[in-house]
């Protein structure tokens, strides 16, 4: 049975099928475990939360990981004349 808004509550502009999609998408996100994670770690902060601080916290991009943890390069030597 599909969701209906109680009257007079909703975005002006969603005809029934427009919320009714809506409210599908966003319940069909929370279904998926890390999606619902991220809701609530977003959810909880007190300051926001940035896109990288996200991808970090799940280890979404570990290739960015790598690249954190590299130590520095070897000082530039001067080469003898």
Do not use: K, Q
């Not at 609530?40 to 970090?56: C, F, M, Q």
């Amino acid at each position: 049975m599909p969701f209906s808004p109680p009257s007079g509550v909703g975005p002006a502009g969603l005809d029934h099928d427009e919320f009714s999609a809506a409210v599908t998408s966003v319940t069909s996100a929370f279904g998926d475990p890390t999606r619902r994670d991220i809701y609530l770690l977003i959810r909880d902060s007190t300051v926001g939360v940035t896109a990288g601080e996200v991808a970090e916290h799940f280890e979404l991009h570990p290739t960015s990981r790598a690249t954190t943890s590299r130590s520095s390069p070897p000082a530039a030597t001067s080469s003898s004349r």
